[in-house]
C-alpha cells in the first residue's frame, strides 16, 4: 500500500470498500497520509456495514446493531490491492477490502467471505474453479419524469427501439466504451468483447475466465465502474434488471470449468458431451437452484424478468447448446468444456451468485448426483420444474432450506432473510416510480 502512494503521488484520497450482501460497495473515504492504518491492521467499521438494506439503512431487527452493541468488524486489504478509480475527477485510490473478527479469523456475514469458503472446499480437493461472467446493463437518461435511451452522441437522437448486436449503436456511444475499456485495463478486468442486446440502451460485456475471486472481483468492481463512467458521460447506468416493462431483462451469466492441480479440465474427457464429473456438477447445480433463487433474483424487481419468454430461464433444467435452458453446455473444443448458468439477474452481489453455483456444483460433484436427461428444444413449452418467479416464496425458502445452509454460512442466511425482509415491507409502501427509483440508483 505504501508503495503504491509512494508511486501515484498525485493520490490524495483513499477509498476503502468492501460489498453488502446486496454487492452495494460501503467504506469509507481517508486522506492517503492515513492510509498507513490499513495496512496496520486497525481499519474497521461496524459488522452491520455489511447488513444494510438496498437505501443504506439498519435493519431493525438484527442482533448486529443494538443487540450487540453495533460492534466493530477489522478490515483486511484483499490481494486485489490498491486501483485507480477512473470515474472521479480527481486522482483517487480504491483499496477493496473484506472482513475479519479481531483474532483474524473470517466474519460470516461477509459476501466475499463467504465465496473463499466454498473455494477452500475445492482447495481441499486438490481442484479450482476457473470463471468468467457475461454482465448486461442499461444506459439510460433519467434527467426527465421517465427512462428513455440516451441520446446518441453522434446525431443526439433518441432510438426508440432494440437494434440487437448493431454496430452502429455501439459505434454511436463509442466515447462512453473507449473510456471503460481504457479504465477496465487501468483496474486489471479482463474486459472482452462488447455488444448491443435485446432492449433499447441495452449492452453487454464479456469478462475473461480466470480465478473464480478475480472473477467476482471483477463482476463487483465492473459494475460500479460502468456506472460513475456513465455519470461523466452525461448520463445513467443501471444492472436493474427491467427498467423498461416491456422490454428484455438484464442477466448476469455465469461460465466455468473446474481444474485438477496438473490444470487439466476435469470436464473434459475428449468427448462433445464432457465428463462424469461435469454432468454431476450440472446436477448439483439443479438440486440448489430453486431454493437458491434469492442468490439469483435478490431484489422485488428482479422478478418482473422471470416470465416465460422473456429471455430468463425459468425452468430447471439443462441443454447442450439451448439458450433456453437454465443451464447451458456450449459447445467447442473439449479442453474448453464448460458449464454456463444463466438464471441470475444483473442486479446480483457477484459473491453471493457465485457462491450459490460454486458450491452447488462442488455439491454434486461430491455427492456423485446424477442429472436427468438434457432437454431438447424450447424450454418454455415443456412441462419441467420451475424456478421460484415470487420474491416472498424466494426468501422463505432461503432461510430454511437444507441446499442452502450446505452453500452459505448460517450468520449470512440469517442477516440476508432480515434484510430482505425489511426491504419487502418498504417496497410495499412504494409506488411504480419510487420503486423504480430505488432499484436504479443502487443496483
Not at 461477509?110 to 454482465?135: F, I, K, M, W
Request: with cysteine; net charge negative.
Amino acid at each position: 500500500m505504501k508503495d503504491w502512494l509512494s508511486s501515484h503521488p498525485e493520490v490524495r484520497s483513499v477509498r476503502l470498500a468492501a460489498a453488502d450482501l446486496n454487492g452495494v460497495p460501503r467504506g469509507k473515504r481517508i486522506p492517503s497520509q492515513f492510509a498507513g492504518k490499513l495496512a496496520e491492521g486497525t481499519a474497521r467499521f461496524p459488522y452491520s456495514v455489511l447488513n444494510l438494506d438496498i437505501w443504506g439503512g439498519d435493519i431493525e431487527d438484527s442482533p448486529l446493531v443494538f443487540e450487540s452493541g453495533d460492534q466493530d468488524g477489522f478490515l483486511q486489504m484483499t490481494d486485489r490491492g490498491p486501483l485507480p478509480m477512473p470515474w472521479l475527477d480527481n486522482p483517487a485510490a480504491l483499496v477493496p477490502v473484506w472482513m475479519v473478527h479481531e483474532d483474524g479469523t473470517p466474519y460470516d456475514g461477509d459476501p466475499r467471505q463467504a465465496l473463499q469458503r466454498v473455494l477452500d472446499r475445492y482447495a481441499a480437493r486438490g481442484l479450482s474453479p476457473v470463471a468468467a461472467v457475461e454482465l448486461e446493463f442499461f444506459l439510460v437518461d433519467d434527467s426527465g419524469d421517465g427512462l428513455e435511451m440516451p441520446a446518441l452522441p453522434t446525431n443526439g437522437k433518441k432510438r426508440a427501439r432494440p437494434d440487437i448486436l448493431s454496430l452502429a449503436t455501439l459505434d454511436a456511444f463509442d466515447g462512453f466504451f473507449s473510456d471503460l475499456y481504457a479504465a477496465c485495463d487501468a483496474m486489471g478486468i479482463p474486459a472482452d468483447a462488447a455488444i448491443s442486446e435485446a432492449a433499447k440502451g441495452q449492452f453487454e460485456i464479456n469478462l475473461m475466465h480466470g480465478d473464480a475471486m478475480k472473477a467476482a472481483d471483477d463482476a463487483w468492481l465492473f459494475k460500479m465502474l460502468v456506472k460513475g463512467l456513465a455519470r461523466k458521460h452525461g448520463c445513467a447506468a443501471t444492472f436493474m434488471t427491467k427498467p423498461y416493462p416491456d422490454e428484455a431483462g438484464t442477466g448476469l451469466h455465469t461460465h466455468f470449468s473446474v481444474l485438477d492441480q496438473d490444470g487439466n479440465n476435469v470436464f473434459d474427457d475428449g468427448s462433445d458431451m464432457g465428463s462424469d464429473t461435469l454432468r454431476h456438477a450440472i446436477a448439483g447445480c439443479m438440486a440448489a437452484m430453486r431454493d437458491s433463487t434469492l442468490a439469483f433474483a435478490p431484489h422485488a424487481a428482479s422478478y418482473d424478468r422471470m416470465v416465460p419468454g422473456a429471455h430468463a430461464p425459468t425452468s430447471i433444467c439443462w441443454a447442450h447448446e439451448n439458450r433456453t435452458a437454465a443451464i447451458r453446455v456450449p459447445s467447442g473444443p473439449p479442453k474448453a468444456r464448460r458449464i454456463e448458468h444463466r438464471v441470475a439477474g444483473g442486479d446480483v452481489n457477484p459473491y453471493l451468485m457465485l457462491t450459490a453455483i460454486l458450491g452447488a456444483a462442488l455439491n454434486g460433484i461430491e455427492d456423485g448426483a446424477e442429472p436427468p436427461a438434457p432437454i431438447t428444444g424450447n424450454s418454455y413449452d415443456q412441462d419441467l420444474p420451475q424456478i421460484i418467479t415470487d420474491w416472498a416464496e424466494a426468501i422463505d425458502t432461503f432461510e430454511t432450506s437444507a441446499e442452502v445452509a450446505r452453500l452459505f454460512p448460517a450468520e449470512l442466511i440469517r442477516n440476508m432473510v432480515l434484510t430482505k425482509r425489511q426491504e419487502m415491507r418498504e417496497i410495499a409502501n412504494m409506488d411504480a416510480a419510487e420503486r423504480l427509483e430505488t432499484y436504479l440508483e443502487s443496483v
